[in-house]
């Protein structure tokens, strides 16, 4: 099926360690996977994407791993700060009918404690 | 995103009323989407568009129909607004490349009594 899972749904970490989310998605034609960043009431936000022909990316504290043998990828944030606390979202690509549509994951809500 | 533009941002309407959100934006992009978000859950597809010629329902199109009246310009209706219909609606759009990402607006806020 047309799905994208994410987990966890809720992730608290003390601020300065790291969180990790991860996603699966289904169809092996999918090769762009971006991450979202949605604060609380406003809009999401792009924070790092990754495309198919590489296994990582990263932006200072902000990284991501993308495996397509087992057709899964992952955010990693490290020195985590209470700004980074909001709802991630993953999403995929999916091929459609000769041309593709976006499929999000369900959303982790993250919270960095102080 | 300031080239992403939703109208209104809150709106507060009764039950049965017929209400339209707009969505402009500057980006010359083709694809538009409208998205609607309950609390604590994710992003839904109601509708999207490719270009002006082109519709396509999305996984909750009942009760919403569209229109895109320009390629900067993609609108969405609840003919007959009901209670459950109260939610966070974002518009959004993307370039034909496959590989980028989706933009999007900062909102409408939409109570229905």
């Known amino acids: 099926g047309e799905n994208v899972e994410q987990h966890p749904s809720t992730l608290s970490v003390q601020e300065g360690d790291s969180a990790v989310i991860k996603c699966t998605y289904s169809d092996s034609a999918s090769n762009y996977f971006p991450w979202y960043k949605q604060e609380l009431g406003k809009r999401p936000q792009l924070i790092i994407d990754i495309r198919s022909n590489v296994g990582e990316k990263k932006d200072q504290r902000i990284a991501v791993t993308l495996n397509k043998t087992a057709k899964h990828f992952s955010l990693h944030i490290t020195e985590t700060q209470p700004e980074d606390s909001a709802v991630y979202f993953c999403a995929a690509n999916l091929p459609k009918g000769g041309t593709y549509k976006y499929i999000f994951g369900t959303g982790t809500r993250l919270k960095v404690l102080a | 995103d300031a080239d992403v533009t939703q109208t209104p941002r809150n709106r507060i309407t009764k039950t049965g009323k017929r209400i339209m959100l707009e969505c402009s934006q500057t980006?010359?992009?083709?694809?538009m989407y409208w998205y609607r978000q309950d609390p604590g859950l994710g992003l839904r597809l109601i509708y999207y568009s490719f270009d002006v010629k082109d519709i396509n329902k999305g996984e909750i199109s009942d009760g919403y129909s569209v229109s895109r009246q320009a390629q900067a310009k993609f609108s969405l209706s609840l003919e007959s607004a009901i209670p459950n219909q109260t939610a966070l609606y974002f518009c959004?759009?993307?370039?034909?490349?496959?590989?980028?990402?989706?933009?999007f607006g900062d909102g409408t806020r939409l109570s229905i009594l």
């Open positions: 980006k010359g992009h083709d694809r």
């Open positions: 959004a759009t993307s370039d034909i490349d496959r590989n980028q990402p989706q933009h």
